[in-house]
């Protein structure tokens, strides 16, 4: 046990308030939600449970996206507005539309781009994939939900019961909000543009397959995350 500030003693309200978060912890509730923010790419982010808690595999996603410096970004699955803040935030001549089907989600976005001081950057959408459709842009950033909906039964209990299902669910093989999103980017793209879109650790071929198919000129890579698995699909056209 640590103790800090052992003179302070608690009054009873601030001890109830602990002993209930301590059993909500307890119970398998995400810390993230309990304290109701967390670090992601070294900026703080609010989270409720209407948004995917960041994961540090995703900095991966926003490595590859700065170092292409896009001046127009998508980004589809905006969630708390983890990458679009991070983007806007080290490119300060970028303007990023971010776009996600929940907009109880994006009304937390909405308070971490103003937390961040965004706002002149970064412009939120309720849409589904890219409809609507502003654009055209360089580059369309995405971390859809890419679970195969069988595989959402042997995720973490505190994943499964607690983060929203709409940001986890990909379908059937876990591909098809990817598979809409590589359907419309070419409407959405510039000339010369580009996608980084998360995957999960096993489906790297089956992601590059589909970008072949929508893509058959583009350059497709996988990137691995920090741990050597499949992470990010990019495709350069
Ligand atoms: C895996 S979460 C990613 C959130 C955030 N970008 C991150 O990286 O932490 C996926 C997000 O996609 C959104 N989403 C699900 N289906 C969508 C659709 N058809 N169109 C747009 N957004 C969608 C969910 O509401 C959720 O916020």
Known sequence: MLLTHPERSLTINQLINYQ????????????????????????????????????????????????????????????????????????????????????????????????NAVSAQVRLMVG?????RPGPVDLIVSNPPY??????ASLPASVRNHEPRLALD??????????????QAPAVLKPGG???????ADQGEAASRLAHTFFPRATVHIHPDLAGRDRVLEILT
């Open 20 to 115: 209930t978060l301590i059993r909500h912890r307890a119970s398998g509730y995400p810390l993230p939600y309990l304290t109701g923010c967390i670090e992601f790419y070294g900026l703080e982010f609010e989270v409720t449970p209407e948004v995917l808690i960041p994961r540090p595999e995703t900095e991966t996603l926003v490595d590859l996206a700065l170092a292409r410096r896009p001046t127009t970004v998508m980004d589809v699955g905006a969630g708390s507005g983890c990458i679009a803040v991070s983007l806007a935030v080290h490119l300060p001549e970028v303007a990023i539309c971010a776009i996600d089907i929940s907009p109880a989600a994006l009304a937390v976005a909405q308070r971490n781009v103003e937390r």
């Open 147 to 152: 679970i195969p909906t069988s595989a959402r």
């Open 170 to 183: 990909g379908g059937a093989d876990g591909l098809r909000i990817i598979q809409r999103l590589l359907a």
């Open 194 to 200: 580009g996608l980084l879109i998360e995957i999960g």
């Open 128 to 132: 589904d994939v890219l409809n609507p």
